[in-house]
C-alpha cells in the first residue's frame, strides 16, 4: 500500500478506469472530493484515511477516488453532499449510493460498514441520480418583473434583522444577494456588509474567508479563494459606488492588495490559499510565521472573476494597478487557456474544456475590460467566448455545464440556475457593447427556461433574479467618447452597477434606457444629470 495525499489509501485518479475496475469486481466506488485550501479535508486525511486497518478495509471491499474538486468542477457539481470533503459511495455506473461530509474514523467505520451491507443486499440497484440529472424538463416560463419583485420579497423575509446577513444557520457573505440588495434594499445590503467586512476581512494580510460557521457570523473558515474574493471585491466596490462609504472603499483596496500579492503568481491570479491557525495568530506572530499554501493553478474562471472585478474597483476609483493587474490575467487566459474561442479549464493535459463557468467568467472579463478600457483587443475574443458556448452548450434554451460526456455521472446533462444566470448577464454586456442580438436572444432564452420555478427561489439566486431584471427592462446602457476621457470616466461612476458603458469614436454622451436615447450631454455634470431622470428599473 502507498502513502497519497498524506494517507495511507491507495487512491486511483477520476477517470472511466476506476469505475471499470469496480464493475470487474464487483465493488462500489468511494469517491472522496477535496480541495487543496480545505482545512477540514486535510483533517480527514490525517485522522481518518491514514489509519492502517481502516485504508485496508477500503482498498479491499472499495475502488477508492480521490478527485480535486477546483480541478474537476463537473464532479464536484454531480456530487457534492453539502460540503467538502465529500465522502460519497457510487455505483460503477456512478449513481449515488450514499454520502457524507466530514467524517471521523469511528464515523467513517460506521458508514463504510453500512454502505457494504447494502451494497451486498442490493448491489446497483440501490444507487440513484440527483434529481438535477433526470431528465426532466426545465421549468420555463417568461421574463417578467415578477422575478425581480418576489426576490426583493425574499431578500426581506429571510434578513437576519439581528445580525445581519440571511438566514440563520451558517453564515455564507452571498456577495451577489448584496449587489442585487444594494439597488433595491439598500439598508440590508449596508449592514451584511458591515458583517462581512467585521467578521470575514482579514485586515492583517487583505481579503475575505469563506463563510462563518453560525448565525453571530463567529468560528469562521479562514480558507480564501480567488472566485469568492473576486465577487466580494465587486460587491465592496459596489457598496462604495452607491454609498461613497469609505471603510468599504478600504476593504476593496486591501482585497486588490490581497489579489495582485499573495494570489498573483507572476503571471495570472491562484486558485486559492489554505484555511490555518496562521490566520489566528498576532501581526508580530505572523511576521515570523510561514503563509498558508497558495494553490498557484491558474483556473480560467477565477482570473476571469478577478480581472472583472479589478476593472470594476479602478473603474470607480482610477486604480491604476487593478487595471493592470486585470489586464495581465485576462492576456494571460487568452494567450494560454483560449483556442478559438474554446475554453480550457487550466493549463494541464488532464484539464477539461468547454466548461460553462469558465466561458461566462471570461467573458464576463473580457466585457468588463470592452468597457473600462475601451473595446480594441477584447470584443473580438468575447465573440469567439461566446459563440463556442451558444454554438455547444445551449440545450432547449438552457445552457449546459459542459459537453455531456466523461466517467460517472457526467454523461448526464446539467444546467446550473445560477451560471446560466452568469452567462446571461454577461451575454447582455456583450449585447449593448456590439448591437448583435444574437447575444441578448441567448440570454433571454437561458433566464426563461428556469422562469417558471422563480417565486420557488431563494436568496441565494439572487443574480438569477438581477439578470432577468436586466433582461426584461434591458440595461442602463452609457455610451459615451473613447476610453480615459472624461465623459467616460463619469459614465464609470454612475451609481448603478448593472449599468454598460460603451465607449466609441464619438464627442459626446448619452444615456440610453429600453432603446431611448436621451438628450447628448456634453459634460460629465450634463451626463448624470441625464443618468438621474426618470427612473431606473
Known amino acids: 500500500m502507498t502513502f497519497r495525499d498524506g494517507t495511507l489509501v491507495d487512491w486511483h485518479e477520476w477517470g472511466p478506469s476506476p469505475f471499470e475496475t469496480a464493475d470487474r469486481a464487483g465493488k462500489p466506488v468511494l469517491c472522496s472530493l477535496t480541495a487543496p485550501w480545505c482545512e477540514w479535508c486535510h483533517r480527514m486525511d490525517e485522522e481518518t484515511y491514514s489509519d492502517p486497518k481502516l485504508a ?18 463537473r464532479v464536484r457539481e454531480r456530487y457534492n453532499m453539502g460540503g467538502f470533503p465529500t465522502t460519497v459511495f457510487l455505483t460503477p455506473d456512478g449513481e449515488v449510493l450514499s454520502g ?5 474514523l469511528d464515523g467513517m467505520r460506521q458508514v463504510l ?3 457494504r451491507e447494502s451494497w451486498d443486499a442490493k448491489g446497483a440497484t440501490a444507487g440513484s441520480v440527483p434529481r438535477a440529472l433526470s431528465g426532466e424538463d426545465l421549468p420555463s416560463g417568461e421574463v417578467t418583473a415578477d422575478i425581480e419583485a418576489h426576490m426583493v420579497e425574499q431578500v426581506a423575509a429571510a434578513f437576519d434583522e439581528e445580525f445581519g446577513g440571511w438566514g440563520t444557520g451558517a453564515k455564507f457573505p452571498l456577495p451577489q444577494t448584496i449587489e442585487f440588495a444594494l439597488k433595491r434594499d439598500r439598508q440590508r445590503a449596508t449592514r451584511t456588509l458591515e458583517a462581512v467586512q467585521t467578521h470575514l476581512y482579514d485586515t492583517y494580510d487583505g481579503g475575505f474567508y469563506r463563510f462563518a460557521e ?19 471585491l465587486g460587491a465592496f466596490t459596489s457598496g462604495y459606488l452607491y454609498t461613497g462609504q469609505e471603510s468599504y472603499h478600504a476593504a476593496a483596496e486591501g482585497t486588490v492588495d490581497y489579489l495582485t500579492t499573495t494570489a498573483w503568481t507572476g503571471e495570472a491570479f491562484a486558485a486559492s490559499q489554505a484555511g490555518s491557525d496562521y490566520y489566528l495568530l498576532e501581526p508580530t506572530e505572523r511576521e515570523e510565521a510561514d503563509p498558508p499554501h497558495v494553490d498557484t493553478t491558474a483556473f480560467a474562471d477565477r482570473n476571469g472573476m478577478a480581472a472583472e472585478a479589478l476593472f470594476r474597483f479602478a473603474a470607480v476609483t482610477d486604480h491604476e494597478g487593478a487595471t493592470r493587474y486585470a ?7 487568452l494567450e494560454t487557456l483560449v483556442d478559438d474561442g474554446h475554453v480550457a479549464h487550466f493549463d494541464g493535459e488532464d484539464s477539461e474544456t468547454g466548461l460553462l463557468a469558465d466561458h461566462a467568467r471570461v467573458l464576463s472579463g ?35 455545464d459542459g459537453d455531456a460526456e466523461g466517467a460517472g455521472l457526467l454523461d448526464r446533462p446539467l444546467r446550473p440556475l ?7 448577464d454577461a451575454l447582455l454586456d456583450l449585447w449593448a457593447l456590439t448591437d448583435e442580438d444574437r447575444y441578448r436572444a441567448a440570454a433571454t432564452d437561458a433566464l426563461a427556461s428556469f422562469a417558471g420555478a422563480y417565486d420557488r427561489m431563494g436568496v441565494e439566486v439572487a443574480g438569477y433574479a438581477a439578470a432577468c431584471a436586466r433582461a426584461h427592462y434591458d440595461p442602463l446602457v452609457v455610451r459615451t467618447p473613447a476610453a480615459g476621457t472624461d465623459l467616460h470616466r463619469a459614465a464609470l461612476r454612475i451609481a448603478d452597477h448593472e449599468k454598460v458603458v460603451v465607449p466609441a469614436d464619438r464627442e459626446n454622451a448619452v444615456v440610453v434606457r429600453s432603446g431611448t436615447e436621451t438628450v447628448p450631454a456634453e459634460t460629465p455634470d450634463e451626463l448624470l444629470e441625464r443618468a438621474s431622470e426618470g427612473p431606473s428599473p
Open 366 to 400: 473580457l466585457t468588463a475590460a470592452a468597457q473600462v478600457t475601451g473595446p480594441d483587443g477584447w470584443l473580438a475574443p468575447a465573440r469567439a467566448v461566446a459563440d463556442d458556448a451558444i454554438d455547444r452548450l445551449v440545450d432547449d434554451g438552457a445552457f449546459l
Open 113 to 115: 460498514d453500512s454502505v
Open 327 to 333: 489586464e495581465r490575467a485576462l492576456e494571460f487566459v
Open 56 to 73: 485496508a478495509n477500503i482498498g479491499d471491499s472499495f475502488v477508492p477516488v480521490r478527485v480535486d474538486i477546483d480541478r474537476n468542477p
Open 100 to 104: 457524507a461530509t466530514y467524517l471521523g
Open 418 to 424: 445560477e451560471t446560466n444566470a452568469e452567462m446571461a
Open 214 to 232: 453560525n448565525r453571530s457570523w463567529g468560528e469562521p473558515h479562514r480558507e480564501k479563494l480567488t472566485d469568492e474574493n473576486a465577487a466580494l
